[in-house]
């Protein structure tokens, strides 16, 4: 059972540490900056701090936050250990958004920056299309669930694949380029139009965590304690896949955080979700905003992809948790 | 008596084949009945629908005068417990973790309140469970597994129990131990259906005995007057003798080589 107190504690102390995360990250970066320029209001080190480094960690925070919550919710959603944000298909939908962007060469869609909006608009179709497969009746069963967002994974991997054997090299260049990840600095309306859809859906995820709790264990183990389960599917289905939605059409695919945050938090803190959403979310914001502070330092003045940092750092972390921790599991 | 159930003309389908094929009964509150019959009967599917999981029979399932597929789901989690005979666990969930589970049609908000913690810790130790609280659920043997999801399901606080073979995995005196507690909780109201495949065990503690064979009501009346060797040879296609067991309860015999075909 879970007291007010281990609950805060932890909260807290995983809270603080991302913060400080991400009030130290923009300090660091290629060119040196001294604090006190940056408050008495001296460019370029204020140009540098609030419009080239701050929304750049933010955003990492972000994403960062909302891909280990989405990992928690898809896992629990299909009772798999290894399932990814990237698992039921809306990454690559929103890849494949992208990729058709750059091979009919589109800056802007409506004024908006046209990756974003045919990479979200990519991931939404994605989701609908998983959906509308999926149903049973008036059932969305997780077995089904997957399968569609197998195949469609696959399909749309397929159609990336074609259109990018077909574009020019320049359009391939930037094609690789994005399917690696990347975070790069946005404007703060932006950022805060972000932030509010993914904090809203971090207070819906965290408000069912006793439903994840039981879906976790099984479907007719959670019917059996009063969870509508149809209800329960198709809210944990949206909010995940709004999730990692949101965040591919800014970033990019950015492997690693959704399967290895929630992992590690769960050998921390136990498998309870009214813990593990909590804490998981600030570790993976905690987490990529150090992945891309060491992204766009490690190489200065060039840059190595954020994803290659993800797995590079934090596959070692993780076996290095797991030989640890397994003992006093029953591993 | 109060009548709980009331089914009739009840089927179901699974996929093609139509599993149950019009059970007609009715259970009272406070009785203890078990549900057996061979393999593909259809026990567990005739369970799952009183436990409102399966909503797409055919014909009337009624609990407490409604059709329990109409039910909100919660308010009839509060009213009946379904008891599985396993869980596979994919997450280091601790013992405690999944029989606090048990809480949720009861619980509002974040936290527990003390009732919570109460009827946790009063369904743990009346299942000889606390003992092994804060381990890991998949690191419990499947005999100790059972006994922490039958805790689950008490710490709902139902007045119903419908339980799928939970004396499977079960050494002797926690088969004994588990349906002396069933047995004990009717006493004092709860109602009981549990499916078994332990003819003795169901003849020693139930009131009644439900036979099933091939989706149909084969018998359905006390241990005495089912467990005859007649009927055990044309639903189970065994030759078996009946003896007096302790208790003055009726007490199945059999051995090798009495299969019919």
């Given at each position: 059972m879970l007291s007010r107190r281990r609950f805060w504690v932890w909260v807290a102390s995983c809270g603080l540490l991302s913060l400080a995360v991400l009030a130290l990250a923009?300090?660091?970066?290629?060119s040196r900056m001294q604090i006190s320029h940056v408050w008495a209001g001296l460019s370029p080190d204020r140009e540098i701090f609030f419009y080239a480094r701050l929304p750049r960690v933010l955003l990492a925070g972000l994403a960062g936050g909302a891909l280990a919550l989405a990992g928690v919710i898809f896992q629990a959603l299909l009772r798999?250990?290894?399932?990814?944000?990237f698992t039921l298909g809306v990454s690559s939908g929103s890849a494949l958004g992208a990729v058709i962007a750059i091979c009919f060469g589109w800056q802007t869609v409506a004024g908006l920056p046209a990756l974003a909006v045919t990479a979200f608009a990519g991931a939404a179709l994605t989701m609908l299309l998983v959906l509308w497969i999926a149903f049973e009746g008036r059932r969305l069963s997780s077995f089904t669930l997957l399968l569609a967002g197998v195949t469609i994974n696959s399909i749309c991997m397929a159609g990336i694949l074609f259109l990018h054997y077909l574009a020019r090299f320049g359009q391939s260049f930037a094609i690789v380029r994005w399917l690696m990840g990347g975070i790069d600095a946005v404007e703060y309306t932006t950022l805060g139009v972000t932030a509010a859809g993914l904090l809203a859906a971090f207070f819906v995820t965290m408000a069912k965590s006793q439903e994840w709790n039981l879906l976790a264990v099984g479907e007719e183990w959670a019917a059996g304690r009063g969870v509508n389960l149809s209800r329960t599917m198709l809210t944990g289905y949206l909010l995940g896949s709004f999730l990692t939605g949101v965040v591919t059409s800014m970033t990019g695919p950015i492997g690693f955080v959704g399967l290895i945050v929630p992992h590690a938090l769960r050998l921390a803190v136990g498998a309870d979700h009214r813990l593990l959403i909590p804490c998981s979310f600030f570790a993976g914001a905690g987490f990529l905003a150090i992945c891309d502070t060491i992204a766009r330092t490690v190489l200065a003045p060039t840059e190595v992809p954020v994803g290659v940092i993800t797995s590079l750092l934090g596959g070692p972390f993780f076996i290095w948790l797991l030989r640890t921790r397994r003992r006093s599991l029953w591993l | 008596m109060n009548v709980l159930y009331q089914l009739a003309g009840l089927r179901m389908r699974l996929g093609q084949a139509e599993v149950l094929h019009g059970i007609t009964l009715e259970i009272f509150a406070g009785q203890m009945v078990t549900v057996v019959g061979p393999n593909g009967a259809g026990k567990s599917t005739l369970l799952s629908v009183l436990s409102g999981f399966?909503?797409?029979?055919?014909?009337r399932c009624l609990f407490l005068g409604e059709e329990v597929n109409r039910w909100n789901k919660r308010a009839l989690a509060r009213r009946l417990a379904f008891v599985p005979q396993i869980l596979r666990v994919e997450?280091?969930?601790?013992a405690e973790q999944v029989v606090f589970m048990g809480r949720t049609p009861h619980c509002h908000g974040l936290f527990e309140s003390p009732a919570d913690r109460q009827a946790v810790e009063h369904a743990m130790a009346i299942t000889d469970t606390l003992e092994f609280s804060?381990?890991?659920?998949?690191?419990?043997?499947g005999g100790e597994q059972q006994r922490v999801i039958l805790a689950g399901a008490l710490a709902q606080q139902s007045s119903v129990l419908l339980l799928d073979e939970?004396?499977?995995?079960?050494?002797l005196k926690h088969q004994i131990k588990t349906y002396s507690l069933l047995r004990d909780l009717c006493h004092q109201g709860m109602t009981v259906v549990a499916v078994t495949h332990d003819l003795n065990l169901a003849a020693a503690y139930a009131d009644r005995i439900v036979v099933l064979s091939k989706g149909e009501v084969a018998a359905d009346a006390t241990p005495e007057q089912v467990l005859r060797p007649l009927l055990l040879l044309e639903v189970f296609g065994v030759r078996a003798q009946i003896g007096h067991g302790p208790a003055g309860k009726p007490s199945v015999l059999y051995g090798p080589s009495e299969i019919t075909c």
């Open positions: 923009p300090l660091i970066g290629s798999d250990s290894l399932a990814t944000p | 399966r909503g797409g029979y055919q014909g997450f280091p969930f601790t804060g381990r890991d659920f998949r690191a419990l043997s939970p004396t499977t995995f079960l050494d």
